[in-house]
């Protein structure tokens, strides 16, 4: 009598072993479980060394950095870093496609719109801005999992609008972390490689995606050069310091000028002033031509009026509140504009 064994691929051996595969260990630091290579772990041979076959899941300018560091991994034959090299974007209104799509069109790279993740075989998926949670069953078709590149220092910023949130709130320390994705939710895994750097002065969300796109970019890099050692040296992240970061909406932009301070206000505009048809304020209305005095005396928040000896970062405004309409009035509104 014959009896098969389904068995995962398990640590391998001091002294070698043909056939054997890398650790387990990050399935368990993931949650995970199951076979790698597919639902049985049958007929892929997990690699135990680069070079890597990896599938890309982005969207934006800050995955597009990634995905150029990979594409220059791939196409550099002396380092053998990367193997294979596939794109998975998300479907665009612009016939041009999101940034990630243009430049996996420039440099020849396969492109898939999600779902459709193609069929071939890879060893490392790695995620950057991709806004899409990925299945369990996605997730364990690759042997060494899925990497996100996140920007920020996890637990802080959880979500899709990390850097936007970092400019909002005035954070001084910001940074990049590398993760494992687990399935169900976001940005949570465990975290293989982390840096810090402090947030420019003044800088704009967009003057900040930069920064950490290319820290970002060469941090994937690294760990990908050591990656069975980066995973199973992957820690949990800490219960402490865990915040949010949602998607930012049009209401976000309203200006709440009797609880926002102007530095408040300034924060605002740096962080989303530069997103399409959105600025910090749309216009002002008022009621007459002022003078630096009148604006000085008659439109500032009576708060200010009352703690004169306040920093002017400190100052609110009041909002202009028109009369609501009567039944059967009609209310002529006059903008006049003051140089």
């Not at 850097?163 to 949570?188: A, C, E, N, Y």
């Amino acid at each position: 009598m014959r009896v098969l064994v389904r068995r995962c691929w398990g640590p391998r051996p001091v002294g070698g072993g043909a056939g054997r595969g890398p650790s387990p260990q990050w399935r368990a630091l993931a949650g995970l479980s199951g076979c790698p290579g597919g639902e049985d772990g049958r007929g892929t041979r997990v690699r135990e060394k680069p070079p890597w076959r990896v599938l890309f899941f982005g969207t934006d300018q800050f995955s597009r950095e990634a995905l150029r560091a990979l594409h220059a991994a791939r196409e550099n034959k002396e380092e053998e870093l990367i193997e294979k090299l596939e794109v998975v974007t998300v479907p665009s209104p612009s016939p041009k496609g999101l940034p990630v799509k243009q430049y996996a069109v420039q440099a020849q790279l396969p492109v898939y719109e999600w779902p459709d993740v193609g069929s071939g075989e890879y060893d490392v998926g790695v995620v950057a801005s991709f806004g899409r949670l990925l299945s369990e069953a996605l997730i364990l078709k690759f042997p060494y999992g899925i990497l996100n590149v996140h920007p920020s220092c996890l637990p802080r910023w959880r979500g899709p609008a990390p850097i936007i949130h970092t400019v909002l709130h005035g954070d001084t320390i910001t940074g990049v972390t590398i993760m494992q994705i687990r399935p169900k939710r976001f940005d949570v895994g465990p975290i293989l490689k982390q840096e810090t750097i402090p947030v420019p002065p003044k800088s704009t969300a967009k003057e900040l995606e930069v920064v950490l796109s290319r820290l970002g970019a060469s941090m994937l890099i690294s760990v990908l050069k050591n990656l069975p050692e980066s995973l199973n040296n992957g820690r949990q992240q800490p219960t402490e310091g865990v915040t949010h970061a949602p998607k930012i909406s049009a209401r976000t932009s309203c200006i709440k000028w009797e609880e926002q301070s102007s530095e408040e206000i300034f924060r605002l505009h740096r962080a989303i002033g530069n997103i399409d048809g959105w600025i910090g304020v749309r216009s002002v209305m008022l009621k007459k031509t002022l003078t630096a005095t009148d604006f000085y005396n008659g439109y500032l928040h009576p708060w200010h009026q009352k703690n004169s000896q306040a920093h002017p970062s400190q100052c609110r405004f009041q909002t202009l509140r028109l009369p609501t309409k009567k039944r059967g009035e009609k209310i002529v509104a006059m903008q006049q504009c003051t140089k």
